[in-house]
Nanobody, 114 residues
Framework: QVQLVESGGGLVQPGGSLRLSCVVS????????MGWYRQAPGKQRELVAT???????DYPDSVKGRFTVSRDNAKKTVYLQMNSLKPEDTAVYYC????????WGQGTQVTVSS
């Protein structure tokens, strides 16, 4: 049974930064493509960062240059460094494989507001 546990969210002012963490248990973590997703109220869940086994990454234009995804295979952990945060980044953030075949964790709330 794979378990995903996200943490690190919070309330931050526009322009601020947060670092999210996701610990993955119960899987052979290092061989999988992992991603960070987010879901804002009333919107569909969207993929905002992808990291492959060799640590190459992809981002949509909406976060490119502001978000950085990384992974520590020994710790089975994926990170998302978010800089220059905007109010439109407000959402619940989740990690999962890409595509998202695991059951979703509880996510971590990120609120960007002055």
């Amino acid at each position: 049974q794979v378990q995903l546990v996200e943490s690190g969210g919070g309330l931050v002012q526009p322009g601020g930064s947060l670092r999210l963490s996701c610990v993955v248990s119960g899987s052979i973590f290092s061989i999988y493509v992992m991603g960070w997703y987010r879901q804002a109220p009333g919107k569909q869940r969207e993929l905002v960062a992808t990291i492959r086994q060799g640590s190459s990454t992809d981002y949509p234009d909406s976060v490119k240059g502001r978000f950085t995804v990384s992974r520590d295979n020994a710790k089975k952990t994926v990170y998302l460094q978010m800089n220059s945060l905007k109010p439109e980044d407000t959402a619940v953030y989740y990690c999962n494989r890409v595509p998202s075949i695991y059951s979703w964790g509880q996510g971590t709330q990120v609120t960007v507001s002055s």
